[in-house]
Structure formats: C-alpha cells, structure tokens
C-alpha cells in the first residue's frame, strides 16, 4: 500500500493496547473478526506479530496512545506457534459460513431454474407447469419443516439468475418461512407454496405497457392490472391445482380491512394462508418495485408496513413476520459503529440484535466478501440503518444495495455447529 500524509504505520513491535489498527491483508490472513480494531490485550499483540507483517497501520484518531518508541528493545522472535484454539475457531467458523452462502446461492439457483421452466409452461403445457411447480415446493417445503431451524439469506439475485422470476420466488421463500413459524401442515404449506409460485402467473396476459408502467395507471389501465388475479387462479385451475391453492390465488390481493381487490373481502372472510400471501406479497413488492430507485430497503419496508399499512394485513401474521425476520431483515444496510456500512446478510436466530453482516472492504474481493457475526464480535454493534441514497457510491457498488433483492433459505446446521454458537 503506498503511503500517503493520512496514513500512520508502526512496527509490530511498537504495538501496544490501546491503539486502533488496521490490518492490510484479507480477512482469511488473519484470525480476528474484523481487519481494523482497537488492541485490547497482549494476546492480540502477539498475534498481529506472529502473522508476520514487516510494519501495521495504525489510526492516531481512534487510538488511545501512541506506539511504543522505538528504542524498546525487541524481545527474541520465538518460533510462529500455532493459532490458539479461539482464533482457529473463528477461521473455521468463517469459511463454514462462506459455504453455506455458497450452497444457498446453488439451491436458489436450482429453484429459479425450475420456477422459471414452470412458469413458462403455464399458459401452454398447464400439466407440466403444475407438475414442475408441485415437485419445486414439495421439495422446498420438506427442507423448511423437517429441517429444524432455517434462516433466511439475502442475496443479489441480479447476478445469479432471470429476475422475471425473483418475485415469486422470494415470495415463496418468505411464505413458507412465516408459514413454519405459524406450524402450518404440511398440507397446507403446499398449497400455499403453490399458489405463491402461480399468484402472479397471470401477468403474463397484461400487456408489459401496463406491466411496467411505474407512473400513474389509468382507470382502464389499472382495471386490466388488478385481473391478473384472476387470469392466473384460471390458469392454476387449466393446471389442475387444488381449489384451496386457486382460492389463495383469487384472494392474494384481499385486505383485512376490505380496501382490496377484486371482492373486496374483509378479516376472516378471507382465507388465512390468504392473509399470509398478501403480506409476504406486499412486502417484497415494496423491497423490489419496478422501479429500483423507488426501493425500500427491508428494515424500512417492515418499518413502513407497521407504521402506516398495518390495518390492511392479519395483525398477528405481521408481527410474527417481523420477529421472523428480525430487527435488521436480511438485506438491510446498516452503518457499524467504527463506522463501517455493511449488508445484512442472514438473521441470527439466538441473537436477534446481532445478525451476519458483510461488509465494505475494499481491500477484498466482492466475489469472496467479509462476512462479519455479530455474535462473535462484543466491540462492534449497528449504531442504526440507511437508505441506499445515503451512501457513498463506492460502498454502494461493492455492496451492490441497487440490484435486485432475492431471497432463499438455509438451515443453519449447513454452516455447521460454530455458526449458531
């Protein structure tokens, strides 16, 4: 790193508690949980020298003194021992993560592939859709209620598949989430999984000047929209689907309080697998409008269905989808208190407050991102959430906060045992 008048550098042997540095090596050379901290003992010290580095940056303004002098006399270099058992730890745990990232992306990759198969087929091979559909949800229904507890993991679905299909997909996922947590059948959660896939099927009999129009529809305009409701429960209904998932299909756009479409049902009226959809439905319409400059992030979109939509959705369904998903969901970006901005990458079931985030460090690659716990970490907490606009462009690109927002889920025994502890 070349230097320059901002930056400060001592030699690992002028370490010393207290002083805020900041380690120039990926976050895999080191077995701290984050690359820039403040020494709090001499284990640390001793650490940060025995990984080898010929001088370490430092930062005078977040430190609470200076570097030892120079004229301290260096202890004899001892053989390089291995890590302690707690730091290796931390290595272990956070290439377990990176994994089960890696294999959550592969599965919602799979997944999209088969939506994106079925869906096509609805219009003109009704059957195969619906066999195709049946044998997505069958399968991703058995991994959310028969594999004990599962997260949710945000992703950025613009560079892994056809956003076509992101919607209902992420709709989907988040059904079936808020569905395990209301220990729904089985049964039910199939019906359910197939409706969320087919709800918006329908759309594909609107023509996209209306589809895409994010400005002010016309009455015509907006009447044609609000029948794709009913254009897709007749084409779940040509594929063959149970009544229960064609009746969840024709009520997905009800309101509790009666203020939606098309029949204009109230409360219990309306089915309750119903009730869930039109939530988990509004909500990802809020986070991925057609428009991504008018996107929410997830903390606000949570934040706005309460405080100003909560009326119009099932209040128990909405407020156990928010404990679901957390006080930071998955994709919320938060500004870190040592200042750094980061994504909220997947919840942490046991510590609501303190979720997976990856962060901006520009020092390693996007493909390989650091991904910080929380849970490990006692120093570094969320001083409080941001708005994409309100970020410098650098940090929005590397976080990618613009793109598409996709959703799938992983169990947590996929990142193993050090994950959850």
């Not at 006399?73 to 290595?91: D, G, T």
């Not at 990176?98 to 959550?104: L, M, P, R, T, V």
């Not at 004990?148 to 992420?170: C, E, K, W």
Request: aromatic share 6%; proline share 6%; with cysteine.
């Amino acid at each position: 790193m070349a230097d320059n008048p901002e930056q400060f550098f001592t030699t690992p042997a002028q370490l010393c508690v207290g002083l805020y540095v900041h380690l120039d090596l990926s976050w895999m050379q080191h077995p701290f949980p984050r690359s820039n901290f403040k020494i709090k003992d001499q284990s640390q010290i001793k650490i940060i020298q025995d990984i080898g580095l010929q001088r370490v940056r430092y930062d005078p303004m977040r430190s609470d003194c200076e570097p030892l002098s120079t004229n301290v006399p260096k202890a004899v270099p001892a053989a390089r021992p291995n890590l302690p058992p707690q730091e290796e730890y931390r290595v272990d745990r956070a290439k377990q993560l990176h994994q089960a990232i890696h294999e959550c992306e592969r599965d919602f990759i799979k997944a999209t592939g088969t939506a994106r198969l079925a869906l096509r087929n609805a219009a003109n091979k009704p059957h195969a859709a619906a066999a195709e559909t049946e044998e997505l949800v069958n399968s991703m229904v058995d991994s959310v209620l028969t594999e004990g507890d599962v997260i949710i993991q945000a992703m950025d679905g613009s560079r892994l598949g056809d956003d076509t299909y992101f919607h209902p997909l992420n709709v989907t996922v988040l059904a079936l989430m808020l569905a395990k947590s209301l220990d729904v059948s089985v049964q039910e959660a199939n019906y359910l999984g197939l409706a969320a896939l087919f709800h918006d099927v329908g759309k594909g009999q609107i023509p996209d000047t209306v589809l895409m129009n994010d400005g002010e529809l016309t009455k015509a305009e907006q009447s044609l929209l609000q029948e794709h409701v009913e254009f897709s429960a007749n084409l779940a209904r040509e594929a063959g689907m149970p009544e229960r998932v064609i009746q969840i299909i024709m009520q997905h756009h009800e309101r509790v309080d009666g203020s939606g479409y098309p029949a204009g049902l109230k409360g219990n009226d309306i089915d309750p697998l119903a009730r869930l959809l039109t939530l988990v439905n509004a909500y990802d319409g809020l986070c991925n409008p057609i428009n991504p400059m008018e996107a929410m992030t997830p903390y606000g979109a949570l934040s706005y269905l309460f405080a100003s939509e909560r009326k119009k959705f099932d209040a128990g369904m909405l407020n156990l989808f928010i404990k679901s998903l957390g006080v930071y969901p998955p994709g919320s970006i938060v500004l870190l208190n040592d200042g750094v901005y980061g994504i909220v990458v997947s919840v942490n079931p046991q510590k609501l407050l303190r979720p997976f985030i990856m962060v901006h460090d520009r020092r390693v690659e996007r493909d390989t991102p650091h991904i910080l716990d929380l849970g490990e970490s006692t120093d570094t907490s969320i001083s409080k959430c941001l708005r994409a606009d309100e970020l410098p462009k650098d940090v929005s690109e590397y976080l990618q906060c613009r793109q598409k927002l996709s959703y799938y889920f992983r169990s947590e025994s996929n990142a193993g045992e050090a994950i959850t502890s």
